[in-house]
Nanobody
Framework: QVQLVESGGGLVQAGGSLSLSCAAP????????MGWFRQAPGKEREFVAA????????DYADSVKGRFTISRDNAKKTVYLQMNSLKPEDTAVYYC????????????????????WGQGTQVTVSS
């Protein structure tokens, strides 16, 4: 079992930046591939970014490429999502997710591939 706790959400103006954190206290983090997803009101949850457990392989949704960066510090058992040039359409509840993997380069982009989920943190971008 991996407990995930997000933080860092809030209200920001369009063009601004926010940094989200997802901590996994208590358990080893080094073999856990991580992802960020988001769900806007009235919409289905969608993939945002993913990282292999080594951090050496990442992937992004087209809508956030060049603006968002996923990173991780395995010693701190934390994964981050740096969000720059935010747009009103980025407004959503952001969730981090994790799954144990055997390969250091494996990552996933589908939510049904993840086993553990955080509670979510609200990000609101005003125009």
């Amino acid at each position: 079992q991996v407990q995930l706790v997000e933080s860092g959400g809030g209200l920001v103006q369009a063009g601004g930046s926010l940094s989200l954190s997802c901590a996994a206290p208590g358990r080893t983090f080094s073999r856990v591939a991580m992802g960020w997803f988001r769900q806007a009101p009235g919409k289905e949850r969608e993939f945002v970014a993913a990282s292999s457990w080594s951090g050496g392989t990442t992937d992004y949704a087209d809508s956030v490429k060049g603006r968002f960066t996923i990173s991780r510090d395995n010693a701190k058992k934390t994964v981050y999502l740096q969000m720059n040039s935010l747009k009103p359409e980025d407004t959503a509840v952001y969730y981090c997710a994790g799954v144990y993997v055997s390969s250091g380069s494996t990552y996933y982009t589908r939510e049904d591939e993840y086993m553990y989920w955080g509670q979510g943190t609200q990000v609101t971008v005003s125009s």
